[in-house]
């Protein structure tokens, strides 16, 4: 629990501040919902919420600091101590652990000299788990200060995690460009985020959840997302692209895993003709 009352801004910082949190308050009928914006904002400023920056959020908003530790302490994406430049999350719920996401997980600690929420010597990269990402069609999927990163291996995310350090261009799979922590924070306190580009990037939603709409709308699906057994997999729609760091896809074959097995649903098909794997019939019926 942070010590309060905390030490001010010093007086240029907390002009500035100030400025960007009246116009953040004046988003809200309510002063009070510009709370957790506010929060990103002290982020912003050196990288994690530290107490000034929750002394700051509770004057602005005529809040306790006792509220603002609640709010502040309860979120995950508030860091409460100094760290890293990039935030590398691994997912480690259920269909990224089983696709290796647990593995991708233990190799980078291992490979970086860390521990869960801990942060490499050279400020880079913090590491940590995350639970689910919301792309699960991507698995295992990696973020690095909330981009996506798909179709991870321990060697593709070990590269991830070299160039950050290194300084080299790094391209997430899907979404806007990468930036800093510090950068990310203040993007998601509501301020527009000028790069070029960056705000006309996008990404869509994987192959099967596409399928799954169509099916819920009636429509039939334009490809199959697991094909017939024995039969070779039709090509990636077009538009679709992996990142530099992504898995590398020639060889992947989707009814293997990541190890090189086959998935339980072929073995089950296998040992049980009358329910095989997949979809057997024609697409939309």
């Known amino acids: 629990m942070p010590q ?6 010093p007086s240029e910082v907390r002009a500035r501040l100030e400025a960007d ?14 709370l957790l914006p506010l ?6 400023e050196e990288g994690h919420v530290t107490r000034t920056g929750m002394r700051f959020c509770a004057e602005m908003l005529d809040l306790t600091t006792a509220e603002v530790t ?10 409460r101590k100094p760290s890293g430049d990039y935030q590398v999350g ?48 991507f698995a295992p999927v990696v973020m690095v200060n909330w981009e996506f990163f798909d179709n991870q291996t321990p060697e593709s995310a070990r590269r ?25 924070a203040r993007i998601l306190a509501g301020f527009p985020d000028e790069r070029p580009g960056a705000v006309a990037a996008t990404g869509g939603a994987g192959p099967a959840t596409l399928v799954g709409l169509q099916l819920a709308k009636g429509e039939a699906p334009q490809r199959r997302v697991v094909h017939p057994r024995g039969a070779a997999p039709q090509d990636e729609p077009p538009g679709e692209h992996l ?13 293997t895993s990541p190890a090189g097995t086959q998935n339980d649903s072929q073995d089950t098909s296998a040992s049980d003709p009358a329910h095989p794997a997949g979809p057997v019939s024609e697409e939309g019926e």
């Not at 350090?165 to 990468?178: D, F, H, N």
């Open 4 to 9: 309060l009352p905390a030490p001010d801004y």
């Open 21 to 34: 949190a009246r116009q953040i308050i004046g988003r809200y009928p309510e002063s009070r919902s510009a």
């Open 39 to 44: 929060l990103h904002l002290v982020q912003s």
């Open 70 to 79: 609640a709010v502040a302490t309860f979120y995950t994406m508030y860091r």
């Open 90 to 137: 691994v997912c480690t719920n259920t269909l990224c652990a089983v696709m290796g996401g647990d593995a991708i997980f233990d190799d980078l600690k291992e490979h970086l000299g860390v521990g869960n929420g801990e942060t490499t010597g050279d400020g880079k990269v913090t590491l940590e788990h995350i639970e689910c990402n919301a792309a699960c069609d």
């Open 160 to 184: 991830l995690v070299d160039d950050l350090r290194a300084g080299r261009p790094v391209e997430p799979t899907r979404g806007a460009p990468l930036c800093t922590f510090k950068e990310t």
């Open 243 to 255: 990142s530099s760091h992504a898995r590398p896809s020639p060889d992947h074959h989707p009814s």
